[in-house]
Structure formats: C-alpha cells, structure tokens
C-alpha cells in the first residue's frame, strides 16, 4: 500500500487561503490521491479526488505535482468551519482507504 | 435524513460482555466497510461488503469480531468478550462498488463510541 507523509499540524488565518501538503512518493501510476476530513466527533467527509491532473470542486482544489510523488489540498478562503483534522489517502484496489495520521488545521479568527 | 446511520451513537460496557453495532447505509450503494479509529489515529480499516457478500477482512479484525450483512442492506458488528482495547469509535461507510475504472467516495456515518470498562 502506498504511504503519505503530512504535517501534523498547521495554522490558516481565517480568510486566507488553507494549503495542506502531502508527500506520496511510492504511489503507483493508477492509485488516486483522495483527501477526507474529519471535523470533532464526526466521521470522515469527503473533499475531493484526483490522478493527474489537477481537480477544483466546490470546497476545494488539488494540485498533484507531474511525477505524482506529491499534492497539495487548497481551501481558498478558510472559514472557521474548516477546522478539522485533513487525510490525504492513496487508495488501494477494492475502495480501502488507507487512513495516515492527517494534518490538524486550526483556522483563526 | 439519506445519509448513512449507525445505532448506537455511544455505547459502555464492561470487559468480557458482547456488544452489537448497527449500520445502515445510503440505500443505493452496494458496498459497505468497517473501520476502527482510536483517539488520536486515523481510521483503521477492518473490513468491507459488496452486496451480501464478505469481501476483505483485515488482521485487526480477530476471532472475536464478527461482520455480517444478511440481504445487502444493513450491516452488524458484533464484538465477543470485549476487551478494554476494543475501545475505540467504530465508523461505517458506504459507497457505490467501482465499476469501469470510476471510483466512488465513501459516504461514512456518524460512528459508535465504544467504552470497555
């Protein structure tokens, strides 16, 4: 199973625009780089997806370096709301998802 | 409320008695997982269901844990002679089963909190 490296933790002012690294160096040509998040006492939600190319939805947008070895999740304009605990997954066949530690973003006012 | 639930929201028992979760999941999606997430970790998987159908089971899930899902539709875990490191919040998911290279996201529920005493 391919692993991701993430910071533990990181700080966003509130309104300025959230970027969450994540290093992927082993993941094969046709694994996805998923990314979920894990507000308090709730189960994980779903954010976004992507395998080459850059993706943008309504909550957020993945850019996935050419050689795939490393992403970054964009929250563009952090609201206190995104407060959360972030997984940057690569999933295995069958729909495993393989859960690393995370990154804690703390937004504040 | 078409999300997925899971029943009970908490539950605390004493080491050595058995305990039962409840999943339901969106009524659409034929693929249904287990995960396990203790304080401070990430969702552990332990197993998963495409329609009735045990698929994968981890090596966390010992002996003493048991999944079913008797008509494709809801799903139960049940935990046998618990022990105080089964304590941990049980989370279930859902999901459509990939099918020509599309992969679905995984819709999960709320969890169960489990205290062994």
């Known amino acids: 199973d391919a692993k991701t490296t993430q910071p533990t933790s990181m700080d966003c002012a509130e309104g300025r625009a959230a970027n969450l690294p994540c290093n992927h160096s082993?993941?094969?040509?046709?694994?996805?780089v998923y990314w979920y998040r894990q507000i308090h006492s709730q189960g994980p939600q779903y954010i976004i997806h992507?395998?080459?190319n850059n993706e943008t939805n309504e909550m957020a947008s993945l850019i996935i370096t050419e050689d795939r070895k490393s992403s970054t999740l964009i929250l563009p304009h952090a609201t206190l709301r995104d407060t959360a605990v972030y997984y940057c997954?690569?999933?295995?066949?069958?729909?495993?998802?393989?859960f690393g530690q995370g990154t804690e973003l703390s937004v504040k006012p | 409320d078409t999300g997925v639930s899971q029943d009970p929201r908490h539950k605390i028992t004493k080491r050595g008695q058995n305990v039962t979760f409840r999943c339901d999941p969106i009524?659409?999606?034929?693929?249904l997982y287990w995960y396990r997430q203790t304080l401070g970790q990430g969702p552990e998987f332990l197993t998963y269901?495409?329609?009735?159908?045990?698929?994968?089971k981890s090596r966390l899930l010992s002996d003493r844990f048991s999944a079913e899902r008797p008509k494709g539709s809801f799903s139960t875990l049940e935990i046998q002679r618990t022990e105080q490191g089964d304590s941990a919040m049980y989370l279930c998911?859902?999901?459509?089963?990939?099918?020509?290279?599309?992969?679905?996201?995984?819709?999960f529920g709320p969890g169960t909190r489990l205290t062994v005493l």
């Open positions: 997954i690569v999933r295995v066949a069958r729909g495993k998802l393989i």
């Open positions: 009524s659409e999606h034929n693929r």
């Open positions: 269901f495409q329609n009735e159908a045990q698929l994968e």
């Open positions: 082993t993941i094969s040509g046709n694994e996805y």
């Open positions: 998911a859902s999901s459509l089963a990939v099918t020509s290279g599309k992969v679905n996201e995984q819709f």
């Open positions: 992507g395998l080459k």
